[in-house]
Nanobody, 118 residues
Framework: QVSLVESGGGLVQSGGSLSLSCAAS????????MGWYRQTPGNERELVAV???????KYAEFAEGRFTISRDIAYNSVYLQMNSLKPDDTAVYYC????????????WGPGTQVTVAS
């Protein structure tokens, strides 16, 4: 029903910046939460940041002060500006949309690789 696609990943030096984008399409429920998660091989996927339709934002501790999440409701898009990147930020970053339709349902993009070189 819903498709997500990420863009903007790549290779950067420690201390550099990257901007990630995600566009959603399909049968998108009007009430939803969009966000970013990341995952490294052998580890669980972890929350980076989420943003609600009303604009409320939530960040993981490692992202506070360095990452900024935003969204464009009209274009069903979510963005992540990442500054002061560290090697520990290296991961596959996934876009997420959670439809708040009684039984909440998560949709995921295919992911985009972010690599931070030391």
């Amino acid at each position: 029903q819903v498709s997500l696609v990420e863009s903007g990943g790549g290779l950067v030096q420690s201390g550099g910046s990257l901007s990630l984008s995600c566009a959603a399409s399909g049968n998108i429920f009007s009430r939803n939460v969009m966000g970013w998660y990341r995952q490294t091989p052998g580890n669980e996927r972890e929350l980076v940041a989420v943003i609600f339709s009303g604009g409320v934002k939530k960040y993981a501790e490692f992202a506070e002060g360095r990452f900024t999440i935003s969204r464009d409701i009209a274009y069903n898009s979510v963005y992540l500006q990442m500054n002061s990147l560290k090697p520990d930020d290296t991961a596959v970053y996934y876009c997420n949309l959670r439809a708040l339709a009684g039984d909440d349902h998560d949709y995921w993009g295919p992911g985009t690789q972010v690599t931070v070189a030391s």
